[in-house]
């Protein structure tokens, strides 16, 4: 089973400064199954990238993904205000079929 | 635009049942696999179950498997989460997602709310 492990736990930054989160699999798993969600308080996750490094509709390019093999990382170039939220990455095993997410990265204001 | 509505969630004793469900809008619901997805307060986010897009094929996670149960209804275009058995540790917030591309759950309903409680 593949796990999932998302670094820092929490990251502490200002407005307009970029932020990097990993997300690191226990085992190689395929870039196509590699998503990142954002989650912010009171909300429903929403999609922002997947195939580790596409935007989904709608989401600002200051949002970018990068990685393969067992290290991804998600990047926002420049924090804005609406950007401090929960992360979370997510990949999906297909034998058997299991879609599994990383204890996830709180992106605050410092 | 894609709509997902869960409802029936509360608060159930622990041994009892509870079914959730969920109304699909803005999309072909009879093709397209559809998830549950589930976050104890202040916890991450657990994949539940999943129903195939031609229904043929249902996943549990094994900490839900032989107490819950995945269904749909596509005239009415509503996916449903029967659970028995619950326990304290099924308290979660329920999310209903649609699967894209075998991998994505885009987009997620606004959840419902199940509190496991004697």
């Known amino acids: 089973e593949v796990v999932l492990t998302q670094s820092p736990g929490t990251l502490s930054l200002s407005p307009g400064e970029r932020a990097t989160l990993s997300c690191r699999a226990s085992q190689t798993i395929s870039s196509n199954y590699l998503v990142w969600y954002q989650q912010k308080p009171g909300q429903a996750p929403r999609l922002l990238i997947y195939g580790a490094s596409s935007r989904a509709t709608g989401i600002p390019d200051r949002f970018s993904g990068s990685g393969s093999g067992t290290d991804f990382t998600l990047t926002i170039s420049r924090l804005e205000p609406e950007d401090f939220a929960v992360y979370y990455c997510q990949q999906y095993g297909s034998s058997p079929p299991k879609w599994t997410f990383g204890q996830g990265t709180t992106v605050e204001i410092k | 635009q894609v709509q997902l509505v869960e409802s029936g969630g509360g608060v159930v004793q622990p041994g009892r049942s509870l079914r959730l469900s969920c109304a699909a809008s803005g999309f072909t619901f009879y093709n397209t696999g559809m998830h549950w997805v589930r976050q104890a307060p202040g916890k991450g986010l657990e994949w539940v179950a999943v129903?195939?897009?031609?229904?043929?094929?249902?996943y549990y996670a094994d900490s839900v498997k032989g107490r819950f149960t995945i269904s749909r209804d596509t005239s009415k275009n509503t996916l449903d989460l029967q659970m028995n058995s619950l326990r304290a540790e099924d308290t979660a917030v329920y999310y209903c997602?649609?699967?894209?591309?075998?991998?994505?759950?885009?987009?997620w309903g606004q959840g419902t709310l199940v509190i496991v409680s004697s």
């Open positions: 129903m195939w897009y031609d229904g043929s094929q249902k």
């Open positions: 997602v649609r699967d894209r591309n075998g991998g994505l759950f885009d987009p």
